[in-house]
């Protein structure tokens, strides 16, 4: 397997267990990927735009969780406009099969392994 990247996650709050799995995924023994986990965990109390930016800048690429829970996420769609700022690739997946919420400012494609896998691979 190549070298790890580093990937920030961005994810509305509600779909924390999403973004748990997403990691969990990358650790199964028959995964084609693997990564290293910048996204935030807890909120920050004072400048977290910041803290997220340096987060952002030292991450490969960034992988968004698209669901009906980002429409109402101030603090995901920060982070992929701070993503498109810093010129950092961007993979928006469906976080759920049955929802298929779209974000005018990133093309979603389905959660497979393959198409993280290949993201994963070209950064």
Known sequence: MADRKVIFVAFAIE????????????????SPFEYIDMSVKEAYESDWKEK??????????????VSKNSLQSSGQKWEIQCAKEEEKPILAIWAY?????????????????????NFIDRL
């Open 52 to 65: 997220v930016r340096t987060r952002i800048r030292r991450s490969h690429g960034l992988i968004v969780l």
């Open 97 to 117: 099969s049955d929802d298929r919420t779209a974000l005018t400012t990133v093309n979603t494609v389905t959660w497979t392994w393959d198409n993280i896998k």
């Open 15 to 30: 779909d924390e267990r999403c973004r748990d799995f997403l990691k969990g995924q990358s650790l199964s023994t028959r």
